[in-house]
């Protein structure tokens, strides 16, 4: 799957494997409509369809807004 950095309104994507294994995602969009259209894509929805079977327990999301403007490039 192609990372989502590539996507129109995405501004951040980090992937991070931790040393114990955990995935951590970070994900920085210019809005809510960037985030629903991304959503709304097939390819996340066949991930999300197939995301229990790769899991040991339930994943954690956490959404919120962002006060003043992401340091770094994208990427």
């Known amino acids: 799957m192609e990372p989502s950095r590539s ?6 994507y980090r992937l991070h494997e931790q040393e114990d294994g955990r995935i951590f995602l970070y994900e920085l969009w ?5 985030l ?3 959503h709304a894509t097939q390819v996340l929805k066949d991930v999300l369809e197939r995301l229990p ?3 040991a327990g339930a994943p954690e999301v956490h959404e919120g807004q962002l006060r003043g403007e992401p340091s ?3 990427g």
């Open 36 to 38: 629903a259209a991304h």
């Open 7 to 12: 996507r129109p309104g995405s501004l951040v």
């Open 53 to 55: 079977e790769h899991l």
């Open 72 to 74: 770094g490039a994208r």
């Open 30 to 34: 210019v809005g809510r409509e960037d």
